[in-house]
């Protein structure tokens, strides 16, 4: 059994002290194939250390994520068109529309998520999207400015059932992480109706841990405990879950 964590964090500082024994667990317990965000210039280092150091499991992203757009986005923008015209990565992201935080550069946010659409055009690479709170800013956008194929992955998906199928018509997949484990998030009644053609998983390690670690810091293995969820949902073997999200992410990917 091949699981795939199709996005995690683990450059983060939450995993300096003990990311070597925390994957090694993880690859043990089938868990083969991490795909790496970036979020802006500060990660660049231990982004490619990392997939350099597991070059046959960690698999690099180049991005700009929309917490990061602040005065100097023009620079930040600069580097990630440079590092995608130098050598290749998996995806454009995560890249997006974020709502929840701070709503200073929010123009400044479209229009480097549309830069950046255009940038995964340009090389023929999937987007992640990132659409904390603004699902409908994002589709208005993707309406405006159309990705073209390889489509790529709403990340962290927690809309409802219509915004699900509208994400899928578009050419997109799921992210389905932790959240769906949550008691009362109601992502357990929207995955219900989501063939799992359409669906990948993800962690967002080392945040939005899933039951019963929630509030805790979510950890590489955790992968299995959504695809339990997922099974138990679907009513089907965690094996087809495995299985099936992991060829839909080879298909996002090419890997």
């Known amino acids: 059994m091949i699981l795939t964590d199709t996005h995690t964090h683990l450059y983060a500082e939450e995993f300096r002290d003990d990311l070597d024994i925390l994957l090694k667990d993880a690859i043990g317990q089938g868990v083969q194939r991490f795909f790496l965000p970036n979020i802006d210039s500060t990660s660049l280092g231990g982004l490619f250390e990392l997939e350099k150091k597991y070059p046959d499991h960690c698999f690099a992203m180049m991005g700009l994520h929309p917490?990061?757009?602040?005065?100097?986005?023009?620079?930040?923008?600069?580097?990630?068109?440079?590092?995608?015209?130098e050598r290749p990565f998996v995806a454009v992201g995560e890249v997006g529309i974020d709502?929840?935080?701070?709503?200073?550069f929010i123009k400044e946010q479209q229009e480097v998520f549309i830069r950046?659409?255009?940038l995964a055009n340009r090389y023929r690479l999937p987007i992640i999207i990132h659409s904390r709170e603004s699902f409908e800013e994002i589709y208005q956008v993707l309406l405006e400015t159309k990705k073209e194929e390889p489509f790529g992955v709403f990340h962290?998906?927690?809309g409802n059932a219509g915004q699900a199928k509208r994400a899928i018509d578009m050419g997109?997949?799921?992210?389905?992480?932790g959240v769906v484990t949550f008691k009362n998030s109601g992502?357990?009644?929207v995955v219900e109706e989501i063939d799992l053609s359409h669906i990948v998983l993800e962690t967002d390690a080392p945040y939005l841990a899933p039951t019963p670690y929630r509030g805790k810091r979510n950890i590489p293995s955790y992968v299995i405990n959504i695809a339990e969820k997922i099974s138990i949902i679907k009513n089907t073997a965690l094996e087809?879950?495995?299985?099936?999200?992991?060829?839909n992410s080879k298909k996002i990917f090419g890997k």
Not at 77 to 82: A, P
Not at 240 to 247: F, G, S, Y
């Open 156 to 158: 962290c998906f927690t």
């Open 99 to 104: 709502l929840y935080w701070d709503k200073t």
């Open 187 to 189: 992502l357990d009644k």
């Open 116 to 118: 950046q659409i255009e």
């Open 67 to 85: 917490c990061s757009v602040k005065e100097n986005w023009k620079e930040e923008l600069d580097i990630v068109e440079k590092q995608l015209s």
């Open 172 to 177: 997109f997949y799921l992210g389905i992480g």
């Open 240 to 247: 087809d879950v495995a299985r099936i999200t992991t060829e």
